[in-house]
């Protein structure tokens, strides 16, 4: 927090401290909020739930997300509730065969000055809201629109309530009402994906096949990952699959285990057992958007899934939005006036977003080939890597990881 707390000083002496208001209390919206009050502003924080929450599966923290939270002084929180991985293992879907074995721990601590690590989300958002005053995070407070002159912007939420801010972020989501307010409805892109989220008790995690790494099974049409969370006491899990359509009305719902067993019937029998010994699981539809222009209409922008949702495959989703907040608070901080900051965040952040939502699209190619030669193709191609390149990351994504946000508005 001294480091944290200087450079804050230093940065505020540059410029005034301004009134913002934030649309959602996710992962995003509430980095966002710690770190615009480290360098002094006055936040507060509107989320339509009555209380933040997550659902109850993990997340990767990519080390490009662990160096935001550490800028934040959340390194010892995120410490003890992590779970760092030895190697990210690529195996083939029915055999189990390792295709790639990527190092990680101290070698990518040394290398990319962070960890990789893995945690439950609602672990995660327990650390960010305690980060917070309770008064600034206003429960049951849905958006409804925004509305702005040259001198201020005005929040109106659903109860019909109008609150003024100098500033207004949306980090409302996929679903975003703020985008829409400023950009006119568009619906998501349903990606032609689903998957389960399901977590098993470690004490129930079949033996044998399993190590305390992290374990991406590509096959075709589809992969799983599994890895461990909340201090190795539960094995998280994604099952992927390609399908047609979604034809619920929900994007999520609790999952037919029958179907989860029918349709990765014929992978490794570890992956089946398990599956059956879930305690939770759930299914969902995976959404994304193209990648945008622009994210900001004057006083108001916008910050994670509200402005670049994406597929979960480089697992980015939510350190893209941390890194969007550390971005945009030191960008609040040293403009004077609001537009052209936001100006500043959009051109440092847009080109990065977007590579990443299409990277995240073109990893679903890889991972989900049907046809055996593209296959053997994509197969003999890392197994070369691995024998002349050992030290690249599984999907090359070391643009991703060495990353510092904190460093990018220097
Ligand atoms: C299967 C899967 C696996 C993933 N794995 C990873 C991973 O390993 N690593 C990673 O970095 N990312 C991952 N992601 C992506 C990540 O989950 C998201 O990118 C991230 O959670 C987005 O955070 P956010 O705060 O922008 O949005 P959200 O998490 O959607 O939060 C938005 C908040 O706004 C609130 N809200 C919505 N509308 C309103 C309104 N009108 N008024 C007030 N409040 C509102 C919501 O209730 C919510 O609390 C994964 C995603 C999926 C689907």
């Not at 879930?278 to 990648?291: E, G, I, N, V």
Request: proline content about 4%; glycine content about 8%.
């Amino acid at each position: 927090m001294v480091v944290g707390s200087k450079l804050a000083c230093r940065e505020m002496m540059l410029s005034r401290s301004k009134n913002v208001g934030i649309v959602g209390a996710g992962i995003g919206g509430l980095t966002a909020a710690i770190a615009l009050r480290q360098f002094g502003h006055d936040v507060t924080v509107f989320e339509q739930a009555k209380k933040p929450s997550e659902i109850g599966a993990g997340i990767i923290v990519g080390p490009n997300a662990v160096k935001v939270l550490r800028a934040l002084d959340l390194g010892s929180e995120l410490d003890r509730i992590a779970v760092e991985p030895g190697k990210h293992r690529l195996r083939n879907w029915k055999t189990g065969r390792i295709m790639f074995d990527q190092p990680m721990g101290e070698s990518f601590r040394e290398r990319f000055g962070a960890g990789y690590l893995q945690v439950h989300r609602a672990d995660l958002i327990e650390i960010l809201v305690r980060k917070l005053p309770a008064d600034r995070v206003c429960l049951s407070s849905r958006a409804a629109s925004v509305r702005q002159d040259s001198s201020a912007a005005a929040l109106v939420l659903e109860n019909g309530k109008e609150l003024e801010f100098d500033m207004l972020v949306g980090a409302d989501g996929i679903k975003s009402a703020v985008r829409s307010s400023l950009f006119g409805l568009e619906s998501p892109r349903f990606t032609g994906n689903v998957c389960w989220r399901g977590t098993v008790p470690s004490e129930d995690v079949p033996q044998g096949v399993f190590s305390s790494d992290i374990h991406v099974w590509v096959g075709p049409g589809g992969h799983v990952v599994n890895y461990y969370i909340r201090g190795g006491k539960l094995m998280n899990f994604i099952a992927i699959h390609q399908a047609d359509d979604w034809s619920a009305e929900s994007w999520s719902f609790d999952a037919d285990r029958e179907e989860l067993a029918r349709r990765y019937a014929d992978w490794h029998p570890a992956l089946a057992a398990m599956f059956e010994r879930a305690t939770a699981c759930s299914k969902w539809a995976l959404f994304d958007r193209d990648p945008m222009s622009r994210w900001s209409e004057g006083r108001v922008t916008l910050l994670g899934d509200a402005a670049h949702p994406m597929l979960p495959y480089l697992a980015q989703g939510a350190a893209m939005a941390m890194e969007d907040g550390i971005v945009l608070a030191k960008l609040i901080t040293r403009e004077v006036d609001i537009v052209p900051a936001l100006q500043r965040y959009e051109k440092i952040r847009l080109p990065r977003t977007t590579r990443t939502q299409l990277g995240a699209r073109a990893r679903a190619k890889q991972n989900h080939m049907t046809s055996p030669v593209a296959r053997l193709m994509r197969d003999i191609g890392l197994g070369l890597r691995r024998t002349f390149r050992p030290s690249s990351t599984s999907y090359n994504v070391e643009w991703l990881y060495e990353y510092d946000a904190a460093l990018a508005v220097d």
